[in-house]
């Protein structure tokens, strides 16, 4: 489905929206580079073509597809905030979205927290991460809100700790987390008077999301909102050193700590927390890859800044393999992410990244192994994620509870003693901080591997006595990015109007729209959603959503096949089978969706 192309008379439309924009955008850079925009639109951008007397249409036609996207409506709130390319006009991020959210998220705060609200304000070292955090803390303090901000650039997760450590009514975060090197993005959290439930401290959710953003629709012009460039207060490092001490106090004093250990923060901001706490905690400092150490908004050793994406965390297996190390641990570049990287003796002792899955059971193991759990404790994952957790809990006497995809309903499950979500996000400390966190999820991480290590064992063993005792559960992931969106509602159209009938070698005996809502899994009801989910009568599970973070297509493939034998001939035998019936359904719905 190729993009429509946009006549004369949208264009007229689009120029008056462009004006507006530009006479009411307060950054000389913006206001630039959608003038520059429009002449291109206009076919007045070439200057080359327009020496030779022919522009180019095809440039022309670009441009104007370009301005219609960034006028096609307002970033709003989604899966982890907003997210959006770097740019002008209402659909991307720049000073002017910032400042109206803020000015929105400020009318809220006045109109629902008693007395004076109280905000902290985090960013990282994305480009235009502290101008937006500066802009966000002057427009909450001309509206008479107290706002702390963080020191220089962090991670997330000591943004979400200062929420509840400070007992902060909201806090913001500039951050696009794993997104591309274009994207910034803005994650708010509602804590303190504002939100005094079991959720105290995580992002929004319905329907405080879409109450501040009717109160941003009703904020009037940009250059009208007042802005008080010197009325908040600058936090010191003695709250990284709060956050510090909480996350140490996770890992039980006394355990093994010999572990070779190499890291890579991937340009972003995790880095130096990570290596202090390791520090704290007793393990010795970290290789941090070189190459990837310092924060850069660039990202220039990867394509994308995600430890899940191909090849971005081969720096990192290359140091491994040369250090004889023992384990990787790499971090997105706001470390509310944590992927683990170990040599794998089914694989010659070649090395090979945990899926996030396999991580959040290995940690749910833990975590209620090494210490009773009170009365009432609770362990959640999300739709997407594997079932393997809930076996994992029942083993141990606990409740599980599925959820929505995002932390924003993982942290908000009562009795939560840990949490994890697929994408590589662990929430360990859900006392501290209410949402990943990859620097404690790092920390509980070298813990079992240190372990492990003492009992000469690994990772993997661990991981072979879970399939052991609950049946392998294989999980893969089918992920297809795209320039249009209307793709993605296309293929979802066409998986309702026409659901498949057989995945693999399997018939499909379940088919639950997700939209509806409803019970799946364990759990409470999940409200409504955007996803289709299928089981099959081999033990077979699909989720097939948009992602909502990224222009993708996800598909989440589980399959679970229990184990003869209980020996070591009767894995292999179980993973074989489940790998078959794994790349059976992934074909299908490939071929199925023909992205």
């Known amino acids: ?28 850079r913006s206001r630039a580079e959608l003038e520059r925009l429009v002449a291109a639109a206009e076919g007045d951008g070439d200057r080359v073509a327009r020496a030779a007397g022919s522009p180019d249409p095809e440039r022309i036609a670009q441009a104007r597809t370009e301005l219609a996207d960034r006028f096609a409506g307002s970033l709003q709130f989604g899966t982890a905030g907003l997210r959006g390319a770097l740019g002008a006009g209402p659909n991307r991020m720049n000073r002017a979205v910032v400042i109206r959210t803020a000015a929105g998220l400020a009318a809220w705060l006045r109109g629902h927290v008693p007395f004076t609200p109280h905000a902290v304000v985090g960013f990282d070292a994305r480009r235009d991460s502290d101008v937006f955090a500066h802009d966000t803390a002057a427009v909450l303090a001309a509206a008479g809100v107290t706002v702390t901000v963080l020191p220089r650039p962090l991670p997330t997760p000591v943004l979400a700790f200062c929420v509840r450590h400070l007992g902060a009514d909201a806090g913001v975060m500039v951050t696009a987390s794993h997104n591309p090197a274009q994207d910034n993005g803005y994650k708010v959290y509602v804590g303190g008077r504002a939100d005094s439930g079991p959720g105290q401290g995580a992002q929004l959710v319905p329907p405080v999301d879409t109450q501040i953003a009717a109160a941003v629709a009703a904020v009037g012009p940009t250059l009208d909102v007042p802005m008080d460039p010197d009325g908040w207060t600058t936090l010191d490092d003695g709250i990284v050193a709060d956050y510090l001490d909480a996350a140490v106090g996770i890992v039980l004093p006394g355990g093994p700590r010999e572990l070779e250990i190499v890291l890579t923060p991937l340009h972003g901001v995790g880095g130096g927390t990570v290596v202090e706490a390791l520090r704290r905690a007793g393990f010795a400092a970290p290789y941090v890859v070189p190459q990837q150490a310092d924060p850069d908004p660039t990202f220039p050793t990867v394509a994308f800044p995600n430890p899940e994406e191909p090849g971005a965390i081969d720096l990192a297996l290359a140091a491994a393999r040369e250090r004889g190390a023992d384990i990787v641990i790499a971090n997105d570049p706001d470390a509310d992410r944590c992927a683990v990287a170990v040599p794998d003796r089914r694989l010659d002792g070649r090395w090979r990244m945990l899926r996030g899955d396999e991580v959040g059971a290995l940690l749910g193991e833990h975590i209620l192994t090494r210490a009773q759990p009170a009365p009432g404790a609770v362990v959640a994952s999300s739709v997407v994620s594997s079932e393997l957790l809930a076996g994992i809990a029942a083993a141990h006497g606990v409740r599980h509870e599925t959820t929505l995809t995002g932390f924003k309903w993982i942290a908000r499950v009562p009795g939560l003693v840990y949490g994890y979500e697929e994408a590589l996000g662990y929430c360990v400390a859900p006392r501290f901080v209410r949402d990943k966190d990859g620097i404690t999820a790092a920390l509980v991480v070298a813990e079992l591997a240190a372990r492990l290590a003492a009992e000469r064992r690994t990772l993997i063993d661990a991981l072979d006595d879970l399939a052991l005792a609950h049946g392998v559960h294989a999980t893969d992931q089918l992920s297809v990015r795209v320039a249009d969106l209307a793709l993605i509602e296309h293929a979802m159209a066409s998986l309702r109007a026409d659901p498949p009938d057989r995945l693999g070698d399997d018939g499909v005996t379940e088919i639950r729209d997700l939209a509806r809502g409803g019970p799946v899994g364990s759990g409470a009801p999940l409200p409504p959603t955007e996803g289709l989910l299928y089981r099959t009568a081999g033990g077979g599970r699909v989720v097939v959503r948009p ?27 179980a993973r074989a089978a489940a790998a078959r019936r794994l790349a059976a359904i992934k074909a299908d719905l490939a071929s199925r969706l023909a992205l």
């Open 547 to 573: 992602s909502g973070t990224e222009p993708k297509l996800k598909c989440y493939l589980e399959v679970v096949v229990p184990v003869g034998g209980g020996d070591a001939d009767g894995l292999a035998a």
């Open 1 to 28: 489905m190729p993009q429509r192309r946009v006549d004369d008379d949208q264009l007229a439309v689009l120029l008056q929206k462009a004006a507006a924009w530009r006479d009411d955008d307060p950054d000389p």
